[in-house]
């Protein structure tokens, strides 16, 4: 049975830093698709940063130069990094995995979509004060 358990959220003022961590159990990081997902109050959830299976990176528009995704295979978790916070990064944040390579559609706006992750951890909420 996989587990995903995200640990690492709190409460920060704007421009500090938090460190988000996702131990998996069941499941294996490694040439499979893993990302970081959230979800701010009356929002739907939306993907934040994706490693795929071949290793590449992907972030959010809103992201990119902020947070900064990594997987540790020996300890078997997903990190997220996340600098120079804003108030607009509350939210809960999801990791997710599925044991197989990213789908995803792209969007007229040229953002893409991703959908199929499997596994799914139950959230560490992360509050930015301004």
């Known amino acids: 049975q996989v587990r995903l358990v995200e640990s690492g959220g709190g409460s920060v003022q704007a421009g500090g830093s938090l460190r988000l961590s996702c131990a998996a159990s069941?499941?294996?990081?490694?040439?499979?698709?893993n990302g970081w997902f959230r979800q701010a109050a009356g929002k739907e959830r939306e993907w934040v940063a994706i490693?795929?299976?071949?290793?590449?990176?992907t972030y959010k528009d809103s992201v990119k130069g902020r947070f900064t995704i990594s997987a540790d295979s020996g300890a078997n978790t997903l990190y997220l990094q996340m600098n120079n916070l804003a108030p607009d990064d509350t939210a809960s944040y999801y990791c997710?995995?599925?044991?197989?390579?990213?789908?995803?559609?792209?969007?007229?706006?040229?953002?893409?979509?991703?959908?199929?992750?499997?596994?799914w951890g139950k959230g560490t909420l992360v509050t930015i004060s301004s």
């Open positions: 069941g499941y294996t990081y490694g040439n499979n698709c």
């Open positions: 490693i795929d299976s071949d290793g590449s990176t």
């Open positions: 997710a995995a599925v044991d197989a390579p990213c789908s995803f559609r792209s969007n007229i706006d040229g953002g893409r979509y991703y959908y199929g992750m499997r596994y």
